[in-house]
T-cell receptor
């Protein structure tokens, strides 16, 4: 296991199109997180799963965004009707279940460019 | 509201000089504080967490609840310390991390 993986690494799409990103966490990690990072800013929390349950969603996650983790393993993040403001790096992270201060392991990110 | 402020976007020091990256937070309770680092062309990774009270790669950080700060320090900077550093907060009982905007540290030879 080489860590958290994300696919694709880069995505260029036209405004109005739908896009889907995939995240594969470290295999024994039950918790999975999505963050978004825009230029010059730190990552911002979007949502988090424990196993297949989505336990928290940020107000940043508008109705156009949906995340799933159907079998408690990989997760997908879909953005419908993309807008230019959606251009960002989308980061996935995972951590083991346990205390809140467990390390979150980050993937390499998917860079989305909406033209 | 939870907020993390890193007042310096850029910090440049010479090799061998002391380094201090500032982090202030806003949280009405006892948070967990972390420093994450991103080296060039690498993914974001944990550097240290306040609960461990450990020194990693010569870096230390002390939580000052009175000043609501968690500054990162190293007495003698090395060129390999050049990276992007993010301070992050985790509220009590929460899972999400709240990040600052980051400080780009450059160590000059």
């Amino acid at each position: 296991d080489t860590g958290v993986s994300q696919d694709p690494r880069h995505k260029i799409t036209k405004r109005g199109q739908n896009v889907t990103f995939r995240c594969d966490p470290i295999s024994e990690h039950n918790r999975l997180y999505w963050y978004r990072q825009t230029l010059g800013q730190g990552p911002e929390f979007l949502t988090y799963f424990q196993n297949e349950a989505q336990l928290e969603k940020s107000r940043l996650l508008s109705d156009r965004f949906s995340a799933e983790r159907p079998k408690g393993s990989f997760s997908t993040l879909e953005i419908q009707r993309t807008e230019q403001g959606d251009s960002a790096m989308y980061l996935c992270a995972s951590s083991p279940t346990g205390g809140p201060s467990y390390e979150q392991y980050f993937g390499p990110g998917t860079r989305l460019t909406v033209t | 509201a939870q907020r993390v402020t890193q007042p310096e976007k850029l910090l440049s020091v010479f090799k061998g000089a002391p380094v201090e990256l500032k982090c202030n937070y806003s949280y009405s309770g006892s948070p967990e504080l972390f420093w994450y680092v991103q080296y060039s062309r690498q993914r974001l990774q944990l550097l240290l967490r306040h609960i461990s009270r450990e020194s990693i790669k010569g870096f230390t950080a002390d939580l000052n609840k009175g000043e609501t700060s968690f500054h990162l320090k190293k007495p003698f900077a090395q060129e390999e310390d050049s990276a992007m550093y993010y301070c992050a907060l985790q509220g009590w009982g929460a899972q999400k991390l709240v990040f600052g905007q980051g400080t780009r540290l450059t160590i000059n030879p």
